[in-house]
């Protein structure tokens, strides 16, 4: 399963895990380090901690809920030139400083 896109998921400053953008949609695998961690913690309810990755068709309801909407949005897609309904490209520029736990930077493969 090639990658088009990776996004590392920190929580609470500690990489969690990696988000993929693939050919079959989305993937999200927990890293096994922070899996070993005693403080360990899900990076949400929807994706309790598991060895085995996380597929999907459509990007994971909790990254999607990250991204910003209404005019904010609107300026996120102006000042990135992305359009609003490439999630993952939203979610690598709008969530590098989130609200909350979550952080998501984009890697390189």
């Known amino acids: 399963m090639s ?3 990776a ?3 920190y929580v609470r400053k500690e990489l969690a895990g990696v988000l993929r953008e693939t050919e079959e949609g989305y993937s999200f695998a927990y890293d096994e380090a922070y ?3 005693p403080n360990a913690a ?3 309810l929807t994706l309790p901690l598991r060895a085995e990755p996380y597929t999907s068709k ?3 309801s909790f990254f999607d809920g990250l991204i910003p909407e209404g005019w904010l949005l609107d300026l ?3 000042n ?3 359009r609003a309904n490439d999630r993952f490209g939203l979610l690598l520029v709008a ?3 989130c609200i909350g736990s979550v952080v998501i930077r984009e890697v390189t493969e």
């Open 80 to 82: 990135w030139k992305l």
């Open 58 to 60: 459509t990007l994971f």
């Open 3 to 5: 990658a088009y896109r």
């Open 7 to 9: 996004a590392a998921v």
């Open 95 to 97: 969530c590098k400083d």
């Open 42 to 44: 899900p990076v949400s």
């Open 76 to 78: 996120v897609t102006h």
């Open 35 to 37: 899996l070993r961690a």
